[in-house]
Structures are given as C-alpha cells and as structure tokens.
C-alpha cells in the first residue's frame, strides 16, 4: 500500500521520527498560543521555507496536499469580512494552514517504518502492563493486507450487481460486502490459530 | 482472541474500503462518504469496545501517514485540519453506538441497530466534530452546529442503512453480531 512520504529524499528523512514529532506537538502549541498576525506570518513563511528547501517538486507536492483546505480558507475569511475583523481571519486561516502544512510535512518526511518505531515505542507501558503489543503489530498488517483485498471484491461485487441489474449500485452491495469482510476475517483467524496464535 | 484482532482489523479495513466509494461534498466542503457508516457498522456489529479498537487502529494508520481516508487523505495534517474533531468523535461514536446496541438488547436487531447509530454515530459525534470546528475555526457552538446541520440528513440516511445491514449481518453471521453476544 502507497504511504504519503514523499519519494524526493530530504535530511529530514534520516531525522529520528519521535524528534519531528515532538518538534511537531510544539510548533502547534505555538501556534495555538500565539495571537499576533505577525507571528503567524512568520511561521507561516518558516513552513514554506522548510517546503522549499527540498526544491519544487516536493514542494509542489506539500502545496497540492494543503489545496484541500481552500473551502476552510474562503469560509472563514470571508465570514470574518462579512462581521468587520479581517485580521482575525486571517490569523484563523494563517494558523489552520500553517498547522496542517507543518504535519504534512512530518508525515511527507517520515516512512513508515519510522512510524511504527514510535507506536512501538509508546506502546511500552502497555507491555509493562502485561499487555499482548504483538497483537497491535498484527492487527496493523493485516489492516495493511486487507483494504485493497477488500476494495478488489467491493469492485467484483459492484461489477456482479451491474451485469444483473439495469439499476445503478446503491447501498445493496454493503451487506454482502460485509458478510465477505466477517468470512475473511474468520479464515484469517483459523490460519492464525493454526500457526500457534497470537498468545 | 484470534477471532477478535481479524475481524478488528477487517473492520478497521472495511473503514477505510468503504472510503474508495465515490464522496460527494456539499456546503463547505466536508466531504460525505461512506465512512461514517462503517463507523457505525463498527459498532453496531462488533460491539462497543472492539468497535472502538477498529476505530482507534484505523485512525492509527491515519496518522501514520497511510491515505485511508476518503479521497486517498491521510497523514498528521488530518488532526490538525478543521474536521479533527469528527475523527476524535469516531472511536467515540462507535463505542456509543456499541453500547446502545448493548442497551436496546430486547428490540429486534435492525431497530435496535438504526437507532444505536443515530445516537452514536450523529447526537454523539456531531458534539465532538461541533467542538473541534468551534476550536480551529474559532467559532461559538451555535455558528458551529450551524455550519454542520446540513449534513445532518446524509448521516440519518447512513443510520438507516447501518441498521439495515446489521440486520442482514444477523441473518447471515448470526455469530459474527459481537454486539449482542
């Protein structure tokens, strides 16, 4: 399955990925706290600075990913030109976008890999606990190895409806979709039952 | 136990398939998907605290950067954006949903099922997506829920759909309904 790091190989990448993501818990804190417009112009051009350090393609990308926000951008600053506060607006938008860009960013710097050794890692006091962690780790490959084996029959059984049906496919194709879901997860955990199981 | 992680994990998986079905948006741009009916689903058939685990693991590879979310989105920006209080209200919602499916154990499953979603998977969730709107937009309850209500109609149709389907599950998988073992 496609992870969203990015493929353009920045210094970033070989950071430790609890570091970024403390750096990250931080930032957005500032972030929170700060009530200046012109703080959050200069975090704001300090994120696109880290974005453009790496050089356009991957800075394309990140700006491509923070393009979704656009609705939340014109919805609040245009309700704040309608009630007489634009500076506010512009400092809800400035820090919206400023936030999310700088998680993307972690997110497009850091594998998954990496990420799984932080999860491990918090995962500690559990296992201190007496807490069966391995089950976690499990339960996240088989969601890896599930969805596109579910999406793979979604696809037939939408096809099967079609060559049956002149109607379009609704909502009809979630039960069965779901009664395949409940029988692969049972053959799944017989298989893991027979391979000594996850106690 | 086995049973327990495969169909937490397939649920988890069923999230995140249920997310490749093509979303319409509508106001100001919070998607409408299908999603949200898998989180009731999650609930409603697997009960409330493996249904909450479901949501937890695939918020978990939300965050880890996986694009699970409809539209292919994913990744920590997620939880930073204005809809992070509707993924914080999911495992709640499904948990919910769980333990009114639990409560309602003596109406007949597919009542019982429409019901348990629209109490976790709209009253409940629609707190938490109202706060976080109101703490990243900077709005009152009121502009909030105002900016929210018109998608409150979709996810009642969802709330029928998932009792629906959990009905169906009931009659096929009888074994399969944790929610009322």
């Known amino acids: 399955m496609i992870s969203l790091t990015s493929p353009v190989k920045t210094r970033a990448h070989s950071w430790p990925a609890g570091l970024k993501l403390g750096a990250l818990c931080l930032a957005t804190m500032a972030l929170f706290a700060a009530g200046d417009i012109a703080w959050h112009l200069g975090f704001a051009a300090f994120a696109v600075l880290l974005y453009a350090l790496p050089g356009s393609l991957f800075m394309r990308e990140g700006l491509r990913r923070l393009w979704a926000l656009w609705p939340f951008v014109v919805l609040v600053v245009g309700w704040h030109l309608l009630t007489d506060d634009v500076t506010k607006g512009a400092v809800i938008a400035l820090r919206m976008l400023t936030a999310v860009g700088l998680a993307n960013l972690v997110t497009m710097t850091t594998t998954l890999r990496d990420m799984m050794g932080v999860v491990r890692w918090l995962l500690t006091p559990l296992r201190w606990l007496g807490v069966n962690t391995g089950a976690i780790e499990i339960a996240v490959a088989l969601v890896i190895r599930f969805t596109p084996v579910l999406a793979e029959k979604g696809q037939m059984l939408a096809m099967a409806w079609r060559a049956r049906s002149p109607r379009s496919v609704r909502w009809h194709i979630i039960a069965p979709f779901a009664v395949l879901a409940i029988d692969d997860a049972d053959h799944v955990a017989e298989a893991l039952r027979a391979r000594g199981g996850l106690a | ?181």
């Open chain 2, 1 to 181: 136990m086995e049973r327990s992680v495969t169909l937490i994990a397939m649920f988890a998986a069923l999230i995140a398939a249920l997310g490749l079905i093509p979303q319409f948006t509508l106001a100001f741009g919070v998607p409408i998907t299908a999603q949200t009916l898998g989180v009731m689903l999650c609930g409603t058939v697997l009960g409330a605290w493996r249904g909450t685990l479901a949501v937890l693991l695939f918020l978990a590879l939300v965050a880890l950067g996986l694009p699970l979310l409809a539209g292919g989105r994913g990744g920590l920006g997620v939880f930073t954006s204005p809809t992070v209080g509707f993924l914080i209200g999911w495992p709640i919602a499904a948990f919910a949903a769980g333990l009114f499916m639990h409560l309602f154990r003596q109406i007949p499953v597919g009542l019982a099922a429409g019901i348990a979603s629209v109490l976790g998977g709209i009253v409940v969730l629609y707190v938490f997506g109202i706060a976080g709107l109101m703490v990243v937009l900077d709005k009152t309850a009121l502009e909030a829920t105002a900016l929210v209500s018109a998608f409150i109609p979709g996810d009642l149709i969802k709330a029928v759909l998932a009792g629906f389907i959990t009905q169906g599950l009931a009659r096929a998988r009888p074994d399969a309904l944790l929610s009322r073992a």
